[in-house]
């Protein structure tokens, strides 16, 4: 066929795209748009069918993408005969109960569109799944299909019941499929590739492939309701009718069968594989039976068959022989097609009488004749009578078993028992289903006439189609043993087997009749069994432990969160510090010692400076009034400073300098609005917990200080930077050349840190939009200018020449002088600030260019122009601010990021990387030879950012402060010891 | 390669960790601050510290370069001291907020986390009164009678074919 190769890849993609287009499909046709999307599965199970020929004669199509070729895992997809009965049930049922659909749900039913895009989605992945050649790209489509029954499960969002069912679902098996991926991954690891088709060719063995082996197994155990992991598919039931006959019988709790029978052609001989599937499955066939037997709900009852029959196709896959998987073959088929059909049509009997419970229900048969009949073919395919698919199919099953082919004698007795059991017990509940969906019951009262209504076509046909179709395949004679054999024949073990419809008298036939019988029996004292079971309920039930697990670790989760989530911030820092302390102190102290000698090698200078800093803080700390506390500490930074010197970092020293001024200035802005003092402290007993954290991680980091110097063992890698810096980087100063050229990634990073940093502190302190307030005094309408503090008490008045406040513009120093009160001003401080200012802003841009080749750069630039502003701001309040920078914070903070940032990008039009720098030599007329280095640019975006900051922290926590004061009839200077009340006498030091 | 640690300044990082600690521990957000900026200034001293021996300034043609220090760590802890200024401006502002509305610079609780804290005690009290399964959620054939779906309802459908 031409092109088939990537025929299944388009149908992938069109299920993809159906799936994205079903909503808008659905908001325009309404419910018929579930016709057009039949369409979609309909075409895989149409190419399949197409593919027959090939497929049986072993060409089947196969399709190779590369996808992670470090990894050995590829993009792989075949049909052989196993996958393509899978593609025949996944798209020929999915075809049927879309169209099933269109006629079940209301016209006025909510979120269709959100429904049927899930269902086209499902379909999809299952169609993955079961062609895909690649055990990681099989986990991928079983996660999906995973992910889409949850989200059909919990379709009606708004019921508890639907949301419960749905997270037990994929809590199950989603559990399962990561057990499972470890198996995957073992395998993967043991076989040197994920490929299917290699690792059952040649699979490999020990220990380890036979714990990977029981770990897929226990995934396809969750995904397909074995017990113990079968309770959450009764609780799927909770699905829209249609999902359940899709999801829940047909296509996705096939998976882990699909799976078993992928790999037993490799592993059925292990002892381990033998008796996994003897246990789930066998357990599974007869407890689902026993359990179906007691249910009165008509999904449920379906729900406990099809754990029952899913335990048998699992015995039968698993078993290994040649003869029992050919059988196992056909009751897939056959079971996908009964199962639908009976859910289509319990739906139907529900549509039509609004029950499913088989004790409302009582001759139902008369009003609906035609779906009686057809729910009795699909029922007498799945009991097993003659001639449909289900009789044919464990006839050759109970043939297999009876001649023995799996190698230990004893799994063959043990399957026989186990088949016989699940057999009887699926004729009882089979026709129980009946009796209770259609029969006519004395005790019930019938249901009024008018409430039971004949369904339209579109309803049955689906339901009828697979009904008949049990009853076709089975009478086209050789059908399934020229098909199926293919697959069934890489068995390993046994003869080939054969699929007959009558196969004459033989012990199987006789056995078979026997197993009829009991089952007929046991229905006909179907009242007792049911008294019997009510009175015996089993010890365990999986589903409770389930919940009791659930609710033991909801409880657990709550205890443990109120145990750490106190909602004090003090209580988090000193778990994270303790942290700090047991874990990386912990295994410091476990695993290293300290050195065996320490340096003194600073001398004097640093002995000094270093007492100096620990008094400091001592006092600091000890402190009560907030700008003592603040003098101190900016001591131990300036010792901090003197430190980073002595110790060969001049440009840090220089920034930590500036930074420390400006910190001094910043908090003496904001703490004349705030108490003098600090509150009182709480309790001595908490003051010595938080005195033992800070030893503790005192200990600690000294510890590291003393440990981790010793720890180097290569050179460092700065080790050619100095040489690389003037070569590559064409400055001299290492570390500047560091900030702008070799990890200029990092400096942008923290620029940006400082933008967003100084946007908050605006935005924090500005209660309105902060442009508007950066006026100048010429702004103002001459004589309304406001004057700050003019009502202040002034006893040098009288000494003062009248008019000297407002003196013209000759007079004055500054102009902002003007808007403060003659007492509020300082001659010195206006004389001083006049003549530093612009000598300042010389300095820092000097600092600027030169900090290539020598201590500077943008960083100490910055933050010398933001002391300038300061100078200004303080000698001439807010209006001298706004006079000296007329400029908006935000468009320096933008233009300095945009230089950095371009400065970056300008290497690439030059054929470089991003921020690479490039070195040019010009010849400029007048000035001579200029040494161009592009990344000076990217200093210059460095330096505008920290302006930028400046000027928003000056504008918010002092202009603006200003403004609110005023305006709140705070006062906005300085708040001197003697305005406040005097503190207590112990809190004074 | 192995350098022999600078005993005075660990002695100084041991004191500023441990005062900035127990500062950082208070609820005054001032006090915070004062904390995070004496931390500071000991976390750059311990990057320093370990990042190499002392030496000159790593300046090429004013040290040797066998004798300069080494650069990297002091690159990154110049950033971290702008960093520093950004933060400490920033929660000072916040501290100023705060104090604009409340009158005060403390920290509070989170009263949501309170709460919680609350509600898992009295669901503590809850188990232990009804025993672990008084709060089971309903059972299976509970939920299957729940559990409808929206389905046409034929009677408005009969112009379509009527089958049976």
Redesign the interface.
């Given at each position: 066929m031409l092109c088939s190769k990537s025929t299944l890849l388009v149908l992938l993609l069109a299920h993809a795209a159906a799936a994205l287009g079903a909503p808008t499909l659905v908001s325009w046709l309404g419910r018929r748009a579930f016709l057009v999307l039949a369409l979609v599965p309909g075409s895989a199970a149409a190419w399949a069918l197409g593919q027959t020929a090939a497929v049986t004669s072993g060409e089947g199509p196969t399709m190779t993408l590369s996808w992670i070729p470090a990894l050995g895992i590829d993009l792989a997809f075949r049909l052989d005969t196993l996958s393509w009965l899978m593609v025949l049930l996944v798209g020929g049922v999915g075809a049927l109960v879309l169209v099933y659909c269109s006629?079940?749900?209301?016209?006025?039913?909510?979120n269709l569109g959100r429904f049927a895009a899930f269902f086209v989605g499902f379909a999809g992945a299952m169609l993955g799944l079961v062609t895909s050649d690649n055990l990681v790209q099989l986990y991928v489509f079983w996660e999906l299909t995973t992910v889409f029954s949850y989200l059909l499960i919990g379709h009606?969002t708004t019921?508890k019941?639907?949301r419960?069912?749905a997270t037990k679902a994929i809590l199950v098996t989603t559990a399962g499929g990561l057990v499972m991926l470890i198996g995957i991954v073992l395998i993967g690891d043991l076989s040197g590739t994920y490929s299917i088709t290699d690792i059952v060719a040649a699979p490999p063995t020990g220990p380890v492939a036979v714990t990977a082996v029981v770990l897929l197994l226990v995934g396809a155990a969750s995904k397909s309701a074995l017990v113990p992991l079968h309770f959450w598919l009764?609780?799927a039931?909770?699905a829209?009718?249609p999902v359940s006959a899709y999801l829940h019988a047909a296509a996705m709790v096939k998976a882990g069968i699909y799976l078993v029978a992928r790999l037993a052609p490799g592993y059925a001989g292990l002892e381990a594989w033998q008796l996994m599937i003897l246990v789930l499955g066998g357990f599974s066939l007869v407890m689902g039976g026993y359990q179906a037997l007691r249910q009165?709900?008509l999904?449920?009852l379906l729900a406990y068959g099809t754990v029952s029959q899913l335990g048998l196709l699992a015995i039968l896959l698993g078993a290994g022989s040649r003869a029992t998987a050919l059988a196992g073959l056909a009751l897939l088929g056959a079971h996908a097609m009964f199962k639908a059909s009976l859910f289509l049509v319990v739906?139907l009997v529900?549509?039509?009488t609004g029950t499913?419970?088989l004790r409302n229900l009582s001759a139902i048969w008369r009003r609906?004749?035609?779906?009686a009949v057809m729910a009795a073919l699909a029922m007498a395919s799945m009991i097993g009578l003659p001639p449909f698919a289900g009789f044919v199919a464990k006839e050759a099953a109970l043939e297999s078993l009876l001649h023995g082919g799996a190698s230990p004698a004893w799994l063959d007795i043990a399957l026989l028992v186990a088949f016989v059991a699940g057999s009887v017990l699926t004729v009882a509940y089979g026709l129980r289903l009946w009796w209770g969906a259609f029969a006519t019951k004395a005790t019930i009262p019938e249901i009024e006439p008018v409430r039971v209504?004949?369904?339209?076509?579109?309803l049955?046909a689906p339901a009828a189609l697979l009904a008949v179709g049990g009853l076709a395949v089975a009478v086209l004679p050789g059908l399934g043993d020229q098909v199926l054999s293919p697959y069934a024949n890489t068995y390993p073990a046994g003869e080939p087997g054969h699929l007959t419809l009558w196969p004459g008298l033989t012990p199987a036939l006789v056995i078979s009749l026997g197993m009829l019988a009991a089952g007929v029996g046991l229905f006909a004292i179907r009242d007792r069994v049911e008294r019997w079971q009510a009175t015996h309920q089993g010890p365990l039930d999986a589903?409770n432990v389930y919940?009791?697990t659930l609710?033991?670790l909801d409880?657990f989760a709550?205890?443990l969160?109120?145990l750490f989530?106190?909602?004090?911030?003090?209580f988090y820092?000193?778990i994270v510090?303790l942290m700090v302390v047991i874990l990386p102190g912990g295994a410091m102290a476990l695993g290293t010692s300290l050195?065996d000698?320490?340096?003194?090698?600073?001398g004097v200078p640093?002995?000094l400076v270093?007492a100096l800093?620990?008094v400091a803080?001592?006092l600091?700390?000890r402190s009560r009034r907030?700008l003592k506390?603040?003098i101190l500490?900016g001591i131990?930074?300036y010792g901090?400073a003197m430190?980073?010197f002595?110790?060969?970092?001049?440009?840090?020293a220089l920034?930590?300098v500036l930074?420390e001024t400006?910190?001094l200035v910043?908090?003496v802005l904001?703490?004349r609005?705030?108490?003098a003092y600090?509150?009182n402290?709480p309790l001595a007993a908490d003051r010595w917990v938080?005195?033992g954290?800070?030893?503790a991680?005192?200990?600690t980091?000294?510890g590291?200080?003393?440990v981790?110097?010793?720890a180097?063992?290569?050179?460092?890698?700065?080790a050619a930077?100095?040489?690389e810096?003037?070569a590559f980087g064409g400055g001299?100063?290492?570390?500047n050349v560091?900030?702008v050229d070799?990890?200029a990634w990092?400096?942008m990073g923290?620029i940006s840190?400082?933008v967003a940093?100084?946007t908050?502190?605006a935005s924090?302190?500005f209660l309105r939009s902060r442009t508007r307030d950066s006026r100048r005094p010429r702004d103002h309408v001459p004589g309304e200018l406001p004057v700050l503090g003019l009502g202040d008490p002034d006893p040098m008045a009288p000494l003062r020449r009248p008019g000297t406040s407002s003196g013209s513009r000759s007079q004055e120093w500054l102009r902002g002088g003007r808007t403060l009160a003659p007492q509020r001003r300082s001659v010195v401080f206006e004389v001083t600030t006049r003549m530093l200012y612009h000598t300042m802003l010389v300095f820092a841009i000097w600092l600027l260019f030169s900090g290539h080749?020598?201590?500077g750069g943008g960083?100490a630039a910055g933050?010398i122009t933001g002391l300038a502003l300061a100078v200004r701001y303080l000698a001439g309040g807010r209006y001298e601010l706004a006079e000296a920078a007329p400029l908006h914070p935000g468009l320096l903070l933008g233009s300095g990021l945009f230089l950095a940032t371009g400065s970056g990008l300008i290497p690439i039009l030059l054929g470089g990387e991003v921020l690479q720098t490039a070195i040019f030599d010009l010849t400029v007329p007048l000035i001579g030879e200029v040494h161009l280095i592009t990344s000076t640019f990217f200093d210059i975006g460095v330096y505008l950012v920290?302006v930028g900051?400046m000027l928003d922290?000056l504008r918010?926590?002092g202009a603006e402060?200003d403004r609110?004061g005023e305006a709140t009839g705070h006062d906005s200077d300085l708040v001197g010891p003697a305005l406040e009340p005097a503190p207590p006498l112990r809190d004074r030091l | 390669m192995i350098s022999t640690p600078d005993f005075v300044l660990v002695v100084v990082i041991a004191v500023l960790f441990a005062g900035g600690v127990y500062l950082m521990l208070e609820r005054s957000l001032s006090r915070v601050l004062i904390g995070i900026i004496l931390v500071s200034n000991g976390a750059n001293l311990l990057m320093l510290v370990v990042g190499g021996p002392p030496g000159g300034a790593p300046i090429v043609g004013m040290t040797p370069e066998q004798e300069m220090s080494d650069p990297l760590p002091q690159a990154m802890v110049l950033t971290a001291i702008v960093i520093t200024l950004g933060m400490s401006a920033f929660l000072l502002a916040m501290a100023y907020r705060s104090w604009q509305l409340n009158e005060h610079d403390e920290v509070q609780d989170d009263l949501e986390d309170r709460r919680l804290a609350r509600q898992a005690a009295t669901d503590q009290g809850l188990r232990s009164e009804l025993g672990f399964d008084g709060a089971l959620p309903a059972t299976l054939d509970e939920d299957a009678a729940e559990a409808r779906d929206e389905m046409a309802l034929f009677g408005e459908e009969r112009a379509e074919v009527d089958w049976e």
């Open positions: 006629a079940y749900f209301s016209p006025a039913s909510g009606y019921r019941s639907s419960r069912a009764p609780a039931m909770a829209p009718t009165h709900d999904k449920l739906g529900d549509a039509a499913r419970d609906l004749p035609v779906t209504i004949r369904p339209p076509l579109l049955l589903d919940r009791r609710r033991g409880l709550a205890d969160t109120s989530q106190r909602g004090s911030l003090p820092l000193g510090l050195p000698r320490i340096s003194l090698r600073g640093q002995l270093g800093v620990v803080t001592i600091t700390v907030r506390a603040v500490t131990t930074g901090t430190l980073f002595l110790y060969g970092a001049p440009d840090l920034d930590q930074v400006i910190t910043v908090f904001v703490l609005r705030l108490p600090f509150s402290r938080r005195l954290i800070g030893i991680v005192a200990v980091v000294a590291f200080a003393m981790v110097p010793q180097r063992l290569e050179p460092p890698v700065s930077l100095p040489q810096a003037v001299s100063n290492v570390v560091i900030l070799v990890r990092d400096t923290e840190v400082l940093a100084a908050g502190i924090l302190t080749n020598a201590p960083f933050l920290v900051l922290v918010s926590l402060i609110q | -």
